[in-house]
């Protein structure tokens, strides 16, 4: 069955990563908290048969908040920035995200590993760039003519990053 791969290759990766009590429910959903904050939703898609991966990236800021909803849109039109990751937003917390599925077919533990690396540092790269829209700085190609800026911030390098079982 399908969802015995996904199931097999998330205890092979929590194994690896010594990750204890993995909780996969009956519907092929779990939560990964990676670095105490950052929570990846990992789910598998059973009509498609693929792994789709979410993760929420930060709120849309209130000042600026159309410009970065039309930026995160256009973005999904541009594979070299999105890298063929969809970003959305979730109405119900204000919150834009950023998934990705991959067909469960092609899909064993080193590519899962690889993958998932792959998401997490893109992951932290929009979380980057949407503090800086958070404190008011424009997307790249905006125009600020209708609504104010309000500052820069600066990025911080973290290490490798530590994960625990998600709510």
């Known amino acids: ?36 904050g950052t929570f990846i939703h990992i789910k598998h898609e059973s009509k498609r048969d693929a792994m789709i991966f979410i993760a929420e990236i930060g709120q849309i800021p209130e000042i600026n908040g159309g410009h970065v909803m039309r930026y995160l849109l256009r973005m999904n039109d541009n594979p070299e920035e999105s890298k ?7 109405l119900e917390s204000n919150n834009a995200a950023i998934g990705y599925q991959y067909p469960m077919r092609f899909l064993n533990i080193e590519k899962f590993e690889e993958f998932f690396k792959m998401f997490l ?11 800086l829209y958070m404190q008011g700085t424009l997307p790249k190609g905006e125009d600020n ?8 911030a600066s990025s911080s390098d973290a290490g490798s990053p530590e994960f625990m079982v998600g709510a």
């Not at 015995?4 to 990964?32: K, M, P, W």
């Not at 063929?84 to 979730?90: A, D, I, K, V």
């Not at 003519?145 to 820069?152: A, D, I, T």
């Open 1 to 36: 069955m399908p969802i015995d791969t996904f199931i097999n290759i998330l205890h092979e990766f929590a194994s690896r990563i010594n990750l204890v009590g993995l909780q996969i429910d009956a519907s092929g959903y779990c939560c990964l908290d990676v670095d105490h």
């Open 84 to 90: 063929g990751m969809t970003l959305s937003y979730n």
């Open 121 to 131: 540092d893109e992951v932290d790269r929009w979380k980057q760039k949407m503090e």
């Open 145 to 152: 003519s209708k609504e104010g800026e309000r500052g820069n």
